[in-house]
């Protein structure tokens, strides 16, 4: 199906229409949605997503790179931004504590709070985290692994990731333990 005609959708790539792409490209999209967002019903929106993106912006895929490298990160991008968005619209929902707040503060002492409190609580500590700090924890919250903050958040080591978590916790639970305890 590839190269049909010898035309092409793109100069630097083998798709000669659009439904190649996709159909090639739809199993990797939808796992890499998957693995983001935990949810497959969210999963099927983000990959839709991204093929609307993908074929509004292909003309301004240089060729730099791979062509799985640019739709992983389109991918990525489209689902950290349909979390964030989720996030904002469902509020309310059960929260929770980062390992680094416990071992500062009693469990015992949060026990009183109700889910939304924690909600509460967990978003207005991340308010009060410092900016590359707040944006590492976050996603560390969402259930990203450190190799995928490296990637999205462009930071040259796993050890500069491990760092701004471990500081975005630090500040969460400073955060806490002055407004709660």
């Known amino acids: ?37 935990k949810d497959p019903t969210l999963a099927e929106d983000v990959t839709s997503e991204v093929f609307l993106a993908v074929h509004k912006n292909l003309r301004n895929f240089k060729g730099e790179s791979r062509f799985k490298t640019w739709i992983y990160r389109v991918t990525k991008n489209t689902a950290l931004m349909k979390l964030k968005k989720e996030r904002r619209h469902v509020r309310g929902r059960t929260g929770y504590l980062p390992g680094a707040v416990y071992d500062k503060v009693k469990p015992a002492q949060l026990f009183y709070l109700q889910d939304r409190e ?5 978003e207005n500590g991340l ?30 080591s796993v050890g500069a990731v491990k760092t701004r978590v471990h500081r975005g916790k630090r500040q969460l639970a400073y955060f806490v333990q002055q407004n709660y305890c």
């Open 118 to 122: 924690r909600q509460e609580l967990l």
């Open 1 to 37: 199906m590839k190269e049909q005609l010898g035309r092409r959708i793109h100069p630097s790539l083998e798709y000669s229409s659009f439904v190649d792409l996709y159909k090639d490209n739809y199993r990797y999209v939808y796992s890499i949605a998957v693995g983001c967002v």
């Open 127 to 156: 308010s009060e985290v410092n900016g590359t700090n707040r944006r590492a924890l976050e996603l560390r919250l969402l259930g990203y692994n450190i190799d995928e903050i490296k990637t999205i958040l462009e930071i040259d």
